[in-house]
């Protein structure tokens, strides 16, 4: 199954692409995604327990995907 992950900001700019198309067989979870990334060059810029989003909800790291699931790892935000 095909999981669409989104990355932002400081993360897209380290990977050098804001999305990514990965495979994973059926049954993956939030954590399958985020080690995958995390093999990536550069992946060492996300922290240990990124925010994780499936289909624009927050997640927990167990949660189980579908294909077509889009899974973004969001970066801290700061304001003033």
């Known amino acids: 199954m095909t999981i ?3 990355l932002f900001a400081s993360y897209a700019d380290t990977l050098g692409t ?3 198309a990965l495979d994973f067989r ?3 979870t939030v954590s399958d995604v ?3 990334v995390r093999s ?3 992946a060492d810029v996300l922290p240990p327990e990124p925010l994780i989003a499936v289909n624009e909800r927050y997640a927990r790291r167990d949660q189980v ?3 077509g699931d ?3 790892i969001i970066p801290p ?3 003033g």
């Open 34 to 36: 985020l080690g995958r």
């Open 4 to 6: 669409k992950v989104l």
């Open 26 to 28: 059926a049954g993956a």
């Open 77 to 79: 935000v700061a304001g």
């Open 70 to 72: 889009e899974v973004a």
């Open 18 to 20: 804001g999305q990514l």
């Open 65 to 67: 995907l579908s294909s």
């Open 40 to 42: 990536l060059p550069g």
